[in-house]
């Protein structure tokens, strides 16, 4: 049973990504016609990859299993930066290998041929993506950590709007230009998004009916199980979706759609636990993922060069995967009996 269960979690994940691709296709057409720079079109794009964990969340909640949606939340956004260093950095050597081979194929023929881009993370993701990023992680610390009001309340729901809203006003507006005239929604469109968003539903139930059974035969704590088991499956696709995205030569909206997913994901993503109350089950562990997105955050910002952007290196992916793997250390000694 317990692989039926394990493989009921994997379709319910693939039907929420099959609709959150369906509404990202929808929402960058949007983002074309809004004119908005990779950049800020992230903003936009997030709320679509991060349709997943906010179903989730929105389906623990009504089951009564909250703790199962935090714990998704938290292991969604966990590994996503180490994942993306690391897809992104191989995924530019392939692509910059074969963009070596047509430019010397390109100047045989014309020796004015233009030497070929190296893809990389522009300057601006940096303050538009990261920053408010890691601001989100600090505050939500600041919400659910102190003593005299540990845990998410009703007020944090409205607290993490807010600060979901400035963060999206101020990555979008002033970006691109008004809508193009006279471009309607189709009702081809509008049958696909409502379709997609009953697949993301329907696949948010029986992830989440199909976690808990896994957490119960595994012996392990809902917070614990939405880490390690739904958080990590939630997480996979969106980095088939970012090696694509940065072997096509967009590494900048790899990486933009992944810190926006990730901003929606402890925002948006866990209203519906503020507004049921939701204490914490084991702050120390809730912690150690804080701070460890937190310190990839930082690391990120700290390579990241204002003028030149985001360049990738060995020395980068190996310094993530060190850190996640100081991380699981860190969680074995706090899970252990």
Known sequence: MLILWLGAIGVGILAMHWGAQRVSEFLGMLRGRLGLAEVAGGALIGLATASPEISVNGAAVAFGWADLGLGTALGSNVPAIPLVVAVAYFSTRLNRRRAVAEHRAAKAADDAAPPPKVPHVEAEAGG???????????????????????GLQPIDAFILLAAFALYFTRAT????????????ISRTELFRMLSALAAIAAGAVLAVVASRRVNDALGVSDLVGGLFITGLLCALPESFAAWRLSQSGRATSAFS??????????TVALVPSALVGLPLSDVPLYAAN????????????????????????????????????????VVFVITRP
């Open 128 to 150: 538009v993506q990261a920053l408010p990023y890691l601001a989100v992680v600090l505050l939500l610390a600041a919400l659910t950590l102190p003593p005299p009001w540990a």
């Open 173 to 184: 507006v002033g970006q691109g230009a008004d809508l193009a005239a006279g471009r309607t």
């Open 257 to 266: 759609g992944t810190m926006a997913d990730g901003i929606t994901s402890i």
């Open 290 to 329: 804080l701070v460890f997105v937190a310190a990839c955050l930082v690391f990120y910002l700290a390579a990241n060069d204002p003028g030149r952007g985001e360049w990738f290196s060995p020395f980068k992916v190996v310094v993530f995967g060190v850190g996640y793997a100081v991380y699981l250390a």
